[in-house]
């Protein structure tokens, strides 16, 4: 079925949403996308129901260390939660209404929020190695909007709003939470790329010019697509190597999830208090 040309993207939408549905077919409240490093948050939810991504019809499949690639649905904090167990990004080669696709079948799983967690550089000098940063802001530098084409109208208006695109009151909720915990947490903006290479020095100084906290690959067409559907969204980065001067060096893959590591449970806290309170 997956390889079928001719069937139209609101079509493969709902072929995904049966499929769902026919194994669990109760209201759910909030969906959540887990980043790379950052999938730990699982453990903390009552699993009803775990679904690979290559059963789902017209689910992309994620091809990323440490991204598992499962649907998870159960409660957490006392409510109905769908959780990404790994997300999917463009420089994998998909487009972006595919890399989007599973925020569009949250939608018609009923989800009236949306958290996603990422791991990012650390543009902003006073960042640290397993910091958290709150994304109150981002600046979108991919080559692709997923809402680029024949608008959804079912989901939303052509040209929606995005002057608050990461929900204030969920932002400031997260930050008396982080404050109750003495979890130490920043705010910032968050500025994605294509990627899959990490940006030269000239660049990383370039995007801290134009305003970017932090840096990574992903999030940003998720959130387009959870705004265009009117989703009020949460996110939140763990930096996980320093982009500022004097801090750039090489980068491995195990540096990366040992900094995830390192920021996960005080994530994860903030995001189980927050999900009770929505």
Do not use: W
């Given at each position: ?22 194994k669990f077919n109760a ?76 925020v569009r079948v949250m ?172």
């Amino acid at each position: 079925m997956n390889d079928a040309s001719n069937i139209s993207y609101t079509d493969k939408i709902n072929f995904a949403l049966d499929y769902i549905r026919q194994k669990f077919n109760a209201p759910l409240d909030v969906g959540i996308i887990l980043g790379t490093g950052l999938g730990q948050l699982i453990n903390n939810i009552e699993i009803e129901l775990e679904i690979s991504y290559q059963e789902i019809p017209y689910f992309p499949v994620s091809t990323v260390e440490s991204h598992k690639g499962k649907l998870i649905i159960g409660k957490l904090s006392g409510k109905s939660v769908v959780a990404m167990q790994g997300r999917f990004h463009y420089y994998e080669g998909y487009s972006m209404k595919e890399v989007t696709f599973p925020v569009r079948v949250m939608k018609k799983l009923g989800i009236q929020y949306l958290f996603v967690s990422n791991a990012a550089g650390g543009l902003n000098p006073d960042f640290g190695i397993g910091d958290m940063m709150i994304i109150n802001d981002h600046i979108d530098l991919f080559p692709e909007n997923p809402l680029r084409g024949k608008n959804l109208d079912e989901f939303g208006v052509r040209f929606p709003d995005m002057s608050e695109p990461y929900d204030l009151s969920l932002i400031q909720k997260a930050l008396k939470i982080a404050e109750a915990n003495q979890i130490h947490v920043h705010q910032g903006v968050y500025a994605a790329v294509q990627g899959p290479n990490l940006e030269t020095k000239a660049e990383y100084n370039y995007l801290r010019v134009i305003g970017g906290d932090a840096i990574g690959m992903s999030t940003i067409p998720e959130v387009i697509v959870a705004r265009h559907m009117d989703i009020p969204v949460f996110a939140i980065s763990a930096i996980t190597d320093l982009c500022s001067p004097g801090n750039i060096k090489k980068v491995r893959i195990e540096e990366v999830l040992a900094a995830a590591a390192k920021a996960e449970p005080g994530m994860s806290l903030i995001i189980r208090e927050l999900v009770k309170l929505v």
